[in-house]
Nanobody
Framework: QVQLVESGGGLVQAGGSLRLSCAASGSGFSINTMGWYRQAPGKQRELVAAVTSGGSTNYADSVKGRFTISRDNAKNTVYLQMNSLKPEDTAVYYC????????????????WGQGTQVTVSS
């Protein structure tokens, strides 16, 4: 089983910056894609950004040019640098990872972190 632990959320004024981190732990796993999703009150969870093991990235249109996702494969950690934050970025941010895991047999997995609150005040 692969566990994800997030950190770095908090309260910031509009125009400010925050950096989120998410570390994966467990045994016998290989991660393909790591990403960040967010869910605001009353809204569906949405993809913010994702990065593959090869470094390909994907961003929601609403964050392009402001957020940067990066990854340290050696540490199984993904980061989300959020700049020029807006009140509409306020949400719970969730880390996600998928890949394969196992001992004798590798099987696909998908894991979620517990979520970290990001609040942007106007």
């Amino acid at each position: 089983q692969v566990q994800l632990v997030e950190s770095g959320g908090g309260l910031v004024q509009a125009g400010g910056s925050l950096r989120l981190s998410c570390a994966a732990s467990g045994s016998g796993f290989s991660i393909n894609t790591m990403g960040w999703y967010r869910q605001a009150p009353g809204k569906q969870r949405e993809l913010v950004a994702a990065v593959t093991s090869g470094g390909s990235t994907n961003y929601a249109d609403s964050v392009k040019g402001r957020f940067t996702i990066s990854r340290d494969n050696a540490k199984n950690t993904v980061y989300l640098q959020m700049n020029s934050l807006k009140p509409e970025d306020t949400a719970v941010y969730y880390c996600n990872a998928d890949g394969v895991a196992g001992t004798l047999l590798m099987t696909p997995f998908g894991s979620w972190g517990q979520g970290t609150q990001v609040t942007v005040s106007s």
